[in-house]
């Protein structure tokens, strides 16, 4: 019987972390501990955690460092064979842990599957658009840059479950990103074992906290975890069947980070990125060249 350590990375959250913990002490699957990681909270979210008197949660406090470090500190901790992963701020449906059981019986070999997921905010529920061929509710990711390059992205750090195995060999999660960390970690997976996912939609993606990093952080310049993707594109490390869609995956993020710059009125850095070798000369890299001209109330009018 599988055991899952459930790693929640906490910081500030306590509007949301009571209905997080609670939709995982609520799963119908119930071979599983909670590992709770306190990234130096500074509001009443230790305190709350504590009053649940949840028998297999435990709580880990830490100076603050980082959800990576969060994450990182949870993996260390965690005795499970495969590790579930749980924003604070996001919650599951009852049956997530019991359909990542049957989704690992199905593909033995993979070792990360997910669920497909839903956006949650006041106007209701949204599912996610995902990409994955195949008919049935349980499917490999055959080709994660493909399906990220179609839609929603495929794997999200509250719909994921991962080998400890193989995070241990991977090294866990890069630490001091501001964005990407987790996007980073998936990619590094896809390239060298294999993922399968769930089509129900059991994790739920709650897009009212605007305290997010998500929602912060601007993207202006390229990502780290695009910049590692280069990487391993000129040393090879991407399978060959992937890598047509993975230089897509380069080429969508320049043209995305262009697009946000001319946005804040930095024409010459949105020049530039277009200029960049992995860019696909289009109609994209044209528009771009093009509003870089333009005035910038007109740029603000059109984007």
Not at 31 to 41: A, K, L, Q, R, T
Not at 89 to 114: G, N, R, V
Not at 237 to 264: D, F, G
Request: glycine residues 4%.
């Amino acid at each position: 019987m599988i055991k899952f350590s459930v790693v929640i990375p906490l910081f500030n959250k306590e509007d949301y972390i009571e209905r997080c913990i609670r939709s995982v002490a609520a799963q119908v699957y119930d071979n599983y501990e909670i590992i709770v990681v306190d990234d130096g909270s500074t509001d009443m979210s230790v305190e709350l955690v504590n009053q649940l008197k949840i028998s297999n949660l435990r709580l880990i406090q830490q100076e603050n460092g980082g959800v990576s470090k969060a994450r990182n500190t949870g993996i260390s901790n965690a005795v499970g064979e495969w590790v579930a992963f749980l924003d604070a701020d996001d919650f599951w449906e009852p049956e997530y842990l019991h359909e990542m059981t049957i989704l690992q019986s199905k593909y033995s070999s993979a070792s990360l599957c997910c669920s497909a997921y839903c956006f949650d905010s006041p106007n209701g529920r949204k599912p996610a658009k995902l990409c994955i061929p195949g008919e049935t509710d349980y499917r490999l990711i055959d080709n994660y840059f493909y399906t990220t390059c179609r839609g929603n992205l495929p794997v999200t750090a509250s719909s994921v479950s991962i080998k400890r195995s193989t995070l241990n060999e991977i090294g866990g999660f890069p630490v001091g990103w501001k964005m990407g960390e987790d996007i980073f970690v998936w990619m590094r997976i896809a390239i060298d074992y294999q993922l399968a996912i769930c089509m129900k939609q059991l994790a739920i993606y709650d897009e009212s906290d605007i305290g997010s990093a998500t929602k912060k952080n601007k993207v202006l310049n390229i990502l780290p975890h695009v910049k590692a993707l280069e990487e391993w594109l000129d040393t090879s490390r991407v399978p060959e069947r992937q890598v047509h869609e993975a230089k897509n995956l380069v080429h969508r993020s320049y043209i995305y980070t262009a697009l946000q710059n001319l946005k804040e009125g930095n024409k010459v850095l949105a020049r530039d990125l277009v200029a960049n070798t992995n860019v696909r000369f289009g109609i994209h890299a044209i528009a771009i060249q093009l509003l870089s001209v333009m005035p910038n109330w007109l740029v603000k009018r059109l984007l």
